[in-house]
């Protein structure tokens, strides 16, 4: 099994030979990893190979593989297929291999032949087979992501990743493949101890290698802390989710685990070890606490400052050998302590606990700097890397020292190492598997065959034609980008896929029912880094196999078997939005339900057309009920609502995963960022720090284009026909198929505006595109750019979109807050008043006056003439040096209600209604902390309080929301999307939330409801805090996911009331 036994410490009694020789090296697929962004959810890293006798066994998340090689020459000895991506090692046991797939299956083969035994599900045999795209491939709902560990004839895994959608654990016999039990309730945690100290509910995400130490089941939980399970049972031990830390990879090293990079947790309480909360009692903070954070129960100081003492490590006897930057370390973890040190958080002095151990030696490789990801321990030699570089250093007999005996350079760097039946096997991250053994005939290479696809016949070539030009996808178009999803459903000529794949750079997903066509299909496009192409096959009944909803941009369905109304219905709801096409082939069998599927068709959103036994049905503009999201603020009115209808409760995972090619993500921004933007079935999102703005498909995360800004101060309006770009002194309009620039607006501005110009905000109400313009603003990539001008304008100025023409502009006597911007109907709105730094610095002075002017400004939008104006005068809030949430509720801010007519402006906590024709106030009450949420009827202000829109009067008493972590709430009709320390949102009609439980979103806001889905790039790259996930996803009402979830919950706390630790608590001691 992956790193030698359930503990996972890489350590095997076998000693190798002195001197070790490359005898082959079999080139495999280049490896891509599920998560290449986040290096903590990088438990598939390289190909993860496994040895027993003279047999070598390779799972491949490439093409779903399960293969074993010939140990001697590296030849292949079988092939077991998955219908998903193999991303861990399999767990060998006398003649039992069993392995995970993300196709949501736990496989059990025989060794000898690779033939199946069995098969079991990780979710409950109750639960429906669902499928969608997941890291960039179609895989199930629930993928066997918890990798299995055996012990006394039970393999122990965990599957599905999203606790909103369910997780679950399982125990199941080998020996006859029956399930022992199943954890369904680890997907609701209540009271559990997350970032910041706070008690939350959580989920567990089983996303690594699971291990057996001292008795118990250990579970990684994605990017926070392990979670232990009684393997008897299943029941969850007491668990602490952590504030930092957290990893996937994690091993038993004695008494603790080492988890990640830095982490390293008690296996006696759950607890990491250099908590001092236990040690407080009852003086323990149960929140955050800024005087204690030395003593919240997940750390919130480094404990372990031990240099290559972590996951990557090997542990035997008491001791851990670990390699960082080139210098090997052995520290003996048996004499481990805990202690405190003294360090200065700003102006505060706390004790953190501290955890080490007594160094026994270390050794310098001289082998540079470079990464080194495993390194083991066979017999008394160390193998490990720095780099592509291997070394072997062999371990004195007194155990105080070592030195380096034998080294080989490698083309790549290497990613894995095991060491079995005298060989030393290196899987490198480049593919290439290397096998080393003491004697050794010539080096052979064993790489695949590049074959190429043949070129199908005339007549399948025209059909291949006939169905794309059929679709919005263009045949021969470059491939730098892929131009969407192909469906193929049954297989009716085994040359259409290529022909497809060679004409058009589409991503294939075929599904067929025969064993033996699968077979060929798969092995022609086996070596898909040589053929270039992408397309995955799928062993599935075509007729019943429940597509992902709008992954399609054409659906081919060339199944012979009668199809039911819910085949046909099926089929077309896996048709994308604006475009996507489904060709139906009509025979006797299915005449009468598709002629009934197509009457029952809204004409004015399908377009039909039949050729021949072919039935074309193109899915024309936009969802019904579904809307657009065009700016930051959802529209020129500064809304902060969706009209978006088909948005709600409860909603289910529709795709995720962040890489080339897929997805999207940014550092996080503390509120400085663009929120996400989503029209025409585009989301378009803007990476401060990479200067690039993004269009992503909303409905299947592909990348659709970049475009570079050459600058980090951008703002953009997302339409469906335009994407309007704001940066320096010119509004660049972009076509929103390919991000080429269309137009070219320079801004003319007043020549006594000195210093450099960057665009702070657009609105664009058709044809009007205001452009607000700061001068030498904040460069920074966090919050303090906000406290010092990053949302503040000095001038305005207009454009008419269809002309191009400058209509004029408007500069403030001191500055116009972005978020006093606004576009009614035919008149701009702006605030005039003075920036919050300049208001603090003279409050600090002394010299500030009693009040502060804002003077809200009603211009014509033809021409800027004021039509109105309306003072008032506010007392004075320091809103800088305290972060961006001092900022955004209390500055001025204005929105406009189409169905009220007035415009909504404030600042601090006062409020004002005013008739936005007449600038008379209508009523003025302080209740604002914007921004608002302005419904047909009410407005939602960020306190959760619901109020007429007519009167101010307030509607509720009880907040709708609640939130937590530096984030704004945004809604729809339906439901209110925001952070409460998780991503989560709150269904309006049933007042109840739903957390996902399992990551966060983004300090600007990053949900947006638009499209009919709910789509959230990811926005916190960077974030340290222990969430299991960190990604870009979507999501879509999806009813039946409330069959899957628990109402439910453990609790957790309880559990910790209940514990009775098997060590006593040691009280820290100063260290000097």
């Avoid at 903590?40 to 006798?53: C, F, N, S």
């Avoid at 404030?906 to 209604?913: D, I, N, P, R, S």
Wanted: aromatic share 10%; glycine share 8%.
């Amino acid at each position: 099994m992956w790193r030698g036994n359930p503990e996972r410490t890489a350590v095997t009694e076998e000693t190798l030979p002195a001197e070790l020789k490359r005898s082959w090296t079999r080139k495999l697929p280049l490896h891509q990893v599920a998560w290449p962004n986040e290096e903590r959810l990088q438990y598939d890293l390289a190909y993860e190979p496994v040895a027993v006798g003279d047999r070598i066994l390779v799972g491949s998340p490439q093409d779903g593989s399960l293969t074993a090689f010939d140990a001697n020459r590296g030849k292949q000895l079988w092939r077991f297929e998955t219908n998903g991506p193999v991303r861990f090692a399999p767990v060998v046991t006398e003649d039992n291999v069993l392995f995970g797939s993300d196709d949501g299956y736990l496989y059990c083969l025989n060794l000898a032949d690779g033939t199946l035994r069995w098969k079991i599900t990780g979710a409950p045999d109750s639960h429906p087979r669902r499928w969608h795209l997941g890291n960039d491939r179609l895989i199930s709902y629930w993928p066997v992501r918890g990798a299995p560990v055996v012990q006394d004839g039970v393999v122990f895994f965990g599957a599905g990743i999203w606790p909103s959608m369910g997780t679950y654990l399982s125990a199941v016999e080998i020996e006859t493949g029956k399930r022992k039990w199943i954890n369904q309730r680890i997907q609701f945690l209540k009271n559990v101890r997350i970032d910041h100290n706070y008690l939350h509910e959580a989920g567990l995400s089983p996303q690594g290698y699971c291990l057996i130490a001292d008795n118990m089941l250990v579970v990684p939980n994605g990017r926070s802390m392990p979670a232990r399970i009684d393997p008897e049972t299943g029941k969850m031990h007491y668990y602490v989710q952590g504030y930092r830390n957290g990893d996937s990879r994690v091993m038993a090293a004695g008494d603790v685990l080492l988890v990640g990079h830095s982490g390293v947790v008690n296996l006696s309480d759950g607890r990491e070890v250099g908590n001092r909360w236990v040690e407080a009692g009852k003086n323990a903070p149960e929140s955050w606490s800024t005087p204690k954070r030395d003593q919240f129960e997940g750390p919130f100081s480094a404990y372990k400052m031990m240099p290559g003492c972590s996951y990557r490590a090997t542990f035997d006897q008491g001791i851990s050998y670990g390699v960082e930057k080139g210098v090997i370390y052995a520290y003996d973890l048996s004499k481990a302590k805990k202690g405190q040190y003294e360090k200065k958080l700003g102006s505060q002095t706390v004790n953190p606990g501290k955890w080490e151990a007594p160094l026994l030696w270390k050794l310098d490789t001289k082998l540079g700097k470079g990464e080194t990801h495993s390194i083991i321990k066979a017999g008394k030699t160390l193998y490990g890397h720095v780099g592509n570089v291997l070394f072997a250093a062999k371990i004195a007999d007194d155990g105080k020292s070592a030195k380096l005996v034998w080294q080989e350079k490698l083309a790549d760097t290497v990613g894995s190492l095991i060491a079995a039946n005298q060989r030393l096997i290196v899987s490198c991250l480049d593919g290439n598997l290397h096998c080393f053994q003491a004697k050794s005939e010539e080096h052979q290479w064993l790489k695949p065959a590049w074959v190429p696809l043949p070129e199908p016949s005339e007549e399948v070539r025209h059909a291949a034609f006939a169905y794309l030009d059929a679709s919005s996808i263009k045949a021969g178009v470059a491939d730098s980008v892929k131009a969407g999803y192909v469906v193929l459903l049954g297989v009716e000529s085994e040359s259409l896929p290529e022909a497809i794949l060679q004409v058009a750079p589409v991503r294939m997903i075929v599904v067929e029912d025969d064993a033996a066509v699968v077979s060929r299909l798969r092995k022609k496009f086996q070596n898909v880094e040589a053929n270039g192409r992408e397309i995955q096959v799928i062993q599935a009944d075509p007729d019943t196999f429940p597509l992902p909803h709008y992954l399609a941009d054409l659906v081919i369905d060339q199944s012979p078997a009668a199809q039911s109304a819910m085949a046909v219905t099926e089929r077309l709801n896996a048709v994308r939005p604006y475009g996507g096409v489904a060709c139906l082939t009509v025979n006797e069998g299915n005449r009468a339900v598709i002629q009934q599927a197509i009457a029952g068709l809204d004409k004015n959103h399908w377009d039909v057309k039949q050729q021949n036994d072919k039935v074309f049905l193109k899915r024309v503009g936009a969802l019904p009920g579904s809307s657009d999201w065009t700016h930051e603020c959802s529209d020129a009115a500064r809304s902060y609502f969706s009209r978006d209808k088909l948005v709600k409760a409860p909603l289910g995972i529709l795709w995720y995963g962040d890489g080339p090619g897929y997805g999207f993500h940014k550092f996080k921004d503390y509120g400085r960022g663009v929120k996400p933007q989503v029209a025409g079935g585009r989301l378009v999102a803007f990476d401060d720090r990479a200067r690039r703005l993004t269009a992503i498909d909303a409905y299947t995360g592909r990348l659709l284009w970049h475009f570079d800004t050459e600058t980090t101060i951008v703002r953009f309006a997302t339409l469906p026909d335009a994407i309007i770009v704001g940066r320096n002194s010119e509004c660049v309009i972009l076509n929103p198929d390919d991000g080429s620039v269309m137009q070219t607006l320079p801004c003319q501005l007043d020549s006594a505006l000195k210093g450099e110009p960057g665009v702070v905000d657009v609105r664009v109400l058709d044809p009007l595109v205001l452009i607000a313009i700061g001068f030498d603003l904040p460069k920074g990539h966090s919050h303090p750019a906000i406290e010092t001008g990053l949302w503040d304008a000095k001038t305005i100025v207009a454009f008419d979109r269809k002309t191009g023409r400058q209509l004029w502009s408007k500069t403030a006597s001191e500055r116009f807050n972005i978020h006093s911007l606004v576009i009614g109907e035919g008149l701009v709105y702006c605030t005039d008043s003075m920036a919050p730094l300049k208001a603090d610095h003279l409050q600090r002075r002394g010299t500030a006056p009693e009040t502060f002017k804002s003077e809200v400004l009603a211009l014509d939008a033809t021409d800027g003439k004021v039509k109105w104006k309306f003072e008032r005068a506010y007392g004075h809030r320091v809103m800088t040096g305290r972060g961006p949430l001092a900022i955004r509720p209390y500055d001025d801010w204005s929105a406009y209600s189409y169905q009220s007519k007035f415009l909504y402006t404030g600042k601090l906590k006062e409020m004002q209604a005013i008739n936005a024709e007449t600038g008379e106030i209508v009523w003025e009450k302080p209740i604002g902390l914007q921004p608002l949420m302005l419904y047909d009827d009410s407005f939602i202000n960020q306190a959760g309080i619901k109020y007429d829109l007519l009167t101010g009067k307030q509607l509720s008493t009880a907040p709708l929301f609640k939130r937590s972590g530096c984030n704004y709430t945004v809604g729809n009709q339906n439901l209110l999307f925001l952070r409460n320390n998780c991503a989560s949102y709150v269904d309006m009609d049933q007042k109840k939330e739903f957390s996902l439980r399992n990551l966060r979103s983004g300090c600007s806001n990053s949900l947006v409801a638009a499209d009919g889905l709910l789509s959230v790039p990811c926005f916190s790259t960077g974030c340290i805090c222990n969430y299991p996930l960190q990604t870009s996803f979507a999501m879509v009402h999806q009813p039946e996911v409330s069959q899957w979830t628990t109402d439910d919950p453990i609790d957790v706390k309880a559990l910790r009331d209940a514990q009775t630790s098997r060590t006593p608590s040691v009280p820290l001691q100063p260290t000097k």
